[in-house]
C-alpha cells in the first residue's frame, strides 16, 4: 500500500482524479478536535484573500489509492501554498504515580509529516504554525516555523504570513537552519592557516673518543644530580620538546546559524609520520590520559592508528571559536625540504561529515653535535 501510494506521488504517468483550483491552499494538520479551531480559522483567513483552504480528512469509507490521489497528491501538486501545522496530538493519558495528576503524552501525527514532506518534495510554499508550548521532531526543530501561543496570535500571525507572501512577494518557505564548522591548523603565532610551515631541527651526534655515562655527558655534576631527583621524585615535572618535534594544534569554529554538537575530529598524517601525545612529549599531569570524554579541548594520538589524532567536544556556539585545543607534536622523519598532507574530517551529530586537507611544507635544519 506505500509503495502504490509513492509511487502515486512521483510517478507522472498515474493520473490523479481531479486537480485543485488555481486558488486553493491546502491545509496540513492533525485532525484530532483539540486542533479543530485552528483549522477553521484558517480556512475563514484564507477566504479573506481570495482563498480556498482545504483540509484533507479522510473518513472509514474513504480511505484506499483513489482517495489519497483525490484528497491530497492533486491537491497538494496543485495549490497556491501550504499552511502547516506542527501540532502534536494526544495519544496517551495517565496519572502520574507522585503527584497523582493527570498527564497527556503527545507523538508527531505520521499523516502530518508524511504530507508535509509531499509538499516540500513538490517545492511548494510552506508556512509552517506551532503551539508554542509543543517541540517539533529534531529534524524540523530548527526550520523557520513560527510559535504561536494563543489562537489570536494564531490568526495574526497566518494572516501576516500570507500578506508577506502573497502581497510584498516574500515566499514563506522552509528554511534549514545549520551548524557551519571550519577547521583550520594553527600556526608558531597563533594564526589559523591551510598550510603549516615547519622548521624542525634535526641534531646528528657525533661520538667523541671520550667515553662517559649517556646522560652525563651532557651534564654537569650538579646537573645529572638534579636531573636525577626530578626523576625520582616528580615523574610529572614538566619538559622540553625535542627540537626535531612539530607541535600541530587546531581551531575550530561554527559560523552557521545553530550550534553543533558531539563533534569528532579526525586528523590522518602520512603513514612515514610519527605522531606524539602532547604529555608523552612534556610531561606534566594530564587527566585526560583516562581516555573517556574528558579528552573534550585536546588533540590525542589514536591508540591503535599512530598516525591518526582525534579530538572530541560536546558542543559548539554559533557565536565563538573554539580554540583551546591541545596539541600534539608529530616528527616527519625526514632530512630534506619537503610537503606533507593531512586529511582532515569534522563528524558531528545530525549532519554529514565535512573533509578538509591541509599542507605541513617542512624545511629541516641539520645541526651537528659532538659528544
Not at 493520473?15 to 479543530?36: Q, R, T
Not at 651526534?205 to 636525577?228: G, R
Amino acid at each position: 500500500m506505500v509503495e502504490d501510494e509513492l509511487s502515486c506521488v512521483i510517478s507522472e504517468s498515474r493520473v490523479c482524479k481531479a486537480d485543485a483550483p488555481s486558488d486553493l491552499v491546502f491545509i496540513i494538520g492533525s485532525g484530532n478536535a483539540e486542533f479543530s479551531e485552528e483549522i477553521i480559522k484558517a480556512k475563514e483567513i484564507l477566504k479573506t484573500f481570495g482563498l480556498e483552504g482545504y483540509f484533507a480528512l479522510l473518513s472509514e469509507n474513504e480511505k484506499g489509492l483513489d482517495a489519497f490521489c483525490d484528497k491530497i497528491c492533486s491537491k497538494i501538486r496543485s495549490c497556491v501554498f501550504c499552511v502547516v501545522l506542527l501540532n502534536d496530538p494526544i495519544v496517551h493519558e495517565c496519572i502520574d504515580d507522585k503527584t497523582k495528576e493527570k498527564r497527556m503524552i503527545r507523538a508527531p501525527s505520521a499523516n502530518v509529516y508524511y504530507e508535509f514532506g509531499i509538499a516540500a518534495a513538490f517545492e511548494k510554499k510552506l508556512i509552517p504554525l506551532f503551539r508554542g508550548d509543543m517541540k517539533p521532531p529534531f529534524d524540523v526543530r530548527h526550520l523557520d516555523a513560527i510559535p504561536y501561543y494563543d489562537l489570536e496570535e494564531f490568526q495574526e500571525k497566518l494572516r501576516s504570513s500570507i500578506e508577506a507572501s502573497l502581497t510584498k512577494g516574500i515566499k514563506p518557505k522552509t528554511v534549514v537552519k545549520t551548524p557551519r564548522l571550519q577547521l583550520l591548523l594553527v600556526d608558531e603565532n597563533g594564526k589559523p592557516t591551510d598550510t603549516l610551515h615547519a622548521q624542525p631541527i634535526i641534531t646528528k651526534i657525533k661520538k667523541s673518543e671520550v667515553t662517559e655515562t649517556p646522560i652525563k655527558t651532557q651534564m654537569s655534576n650538579v646537573e645529572w644530580l638534579t636531573h636525577l631527583a626530578s626523576t625520582v621524585y616528580d615523574p610529572f615535572a614538566r619538559k622540553a620538546p625535542t627540537r626535531d618535534l612539530v607541535p600541530i594544534r587546531i581551531v575550530l569554529s561554527n559560523d552557521g546559524e545553530i550550534p553543533a554538537n558531539n563533534i569528532l575530529v579526525n586528523l590522518e598524517f602520512p603513514e612515514s609520520c610519527e605522531l606524539l601525545n602532547k604529555r608523552d612529549v612534556e610531561g606534566g599531569f594530564d587527566i585526560s590520559g583516562l581516555r573517556t570524554k574528558l579528552t573534550y579541548g585536546g588533540l590525542y594520538v589514536d591508540d591503535e592508528k599512530k598516525n591518526l589524532a582525534t579530538a572530541w567536544m560536546e558542543r559548539l556556539g554559533n557565536d565563538r571559536i573554539q580554540s583551546n585545543f591541545s596539541k600534539v607534536y608529530a616528527r616527519f622523519n625526514t632530512e630534506r625540504e619537503g610537503e606533507f598532507k593531512i586529511n582532515a574530517s569534522v563528524v558531528q551529530d545530525n549532519y554529514p561529515e565535512t573533509l578538509f586537507t591541509f599542507k605541513v611544507v617542512v624545511r629541516p635544519t641539520i645541526e651537528e653535535k659532538t659528544e
